[in-house]
C-alpha cells in the first residue's frame, strides 16, 4: 500500500476509535455494548501500530522490540528470568565443582603433610607436616565456603586490571 493510503486507512481507523471510545466513557450504555466496543478499540489499535511501523513512525529500536515482543506473545520479564535461571545453573555447577575441588586438594595437601611428617628428620619433618596440614585446612575451608574463594578471585582480578591501567 501506499503511504497516502495508509494514513487515510489509519485516520478512519482514529475516527472509529474515537466514536467507541465515547461509548466506553457513557455510563448509560449497555455493559453488553461496552464490552463490544473495547474489543474493536483494542483490534483497531494493533491495526494502528501495524501501520505506524509499515509507515516508519515507531522509530526507536526500542519501540520496535517491544512491537515484536507483544506480537508473538514474548515478554522482557520471561526473557529476563530464563536469562538468570541459566545463569543460576551456570553458577551453581561451577561452585560445586570448585568446592569438590577444593575438598580434594585439602585432603591432598594433608596427606603429603603426613607423609612428610613422617619421611623427613626431627624438626624439619614437623615443620613441613604442619605447614602442608595448615595449607590443607585452609583451602578445605575455601572449599565449605566457596564465594570466599571466588570473592578472592575477583579482587585478585580487578587488582590487576587496575594495575595494567595505571
Known amino acids: 500500500m501506499k503511504k497516502k493510503e495508509l494514513k487515510k486507512d489509519k485516520q478512519e481507523l482514529e475516527k472509529q476509535n474515537k466514536k467507541d471510545r465515547e461509548i466506553i466513557n457513557d455510563s448509560d450504555a449497555d455493559p453488553e455494548e461496552i464490552r463490544k466496543a473495547e474489543e ?4 483497531r489499535e494493533a491495526e494502528i501500530r501495524q501501520i505506524n511501523t509499515q509507515l516508519g ?19 522482557v520479564t520471561a ?29 591432598g595437601l594433608k596427606t ?7 619421611a623427613l628428620p626431627g624438626l624439619i619433618g614437623s615443620i613441613v607436616g604442619f605447614l602442608f ?15 570466599l574463594l571466588i570473592l578472592a578471585v575477583v579482587v585478585f582480578l580487578f587488582q590487576k586490571l587496575i594495575k595494567k591501567r595505571l
Do not use: P
Not at 40 to 43: G, M, T
Not at 81 to 99: M, P, R
Not at 133 to 147: E, I, M, P, R, S
Open 40 to 43: 474493536r478499540v483494542a483490534f
Open 133 to 147: 596440614k595448615a595449607a590443607g585446612q585452609v583451602v578445605g575451608f575455601l572449599a565449605k565456603h566457596t564465594w
Open 79 to 107: 526473557i529476563i528470568l530464563a536469562a538468570g535461571a541459566t545463569i543460576a545453573a551456570i553458577i551453581g555447577t561451577i561452585t560445586k565443582a570448585l568446592k569438590d575441588l577444593g575438598k580434594q586438594i585439602a585432603n
Open 57 to 75: 513512525e515507531n522509530e526507536t529500536l526500542s519501540k520496535k522490540v517491544k512491537e515484536i515482543f507483544k506480537k508473538y506473545g514474548v515478554m
Open 112 to 118: 603429603i603433610g603426613q607423609k612428610a611428617a613422617c
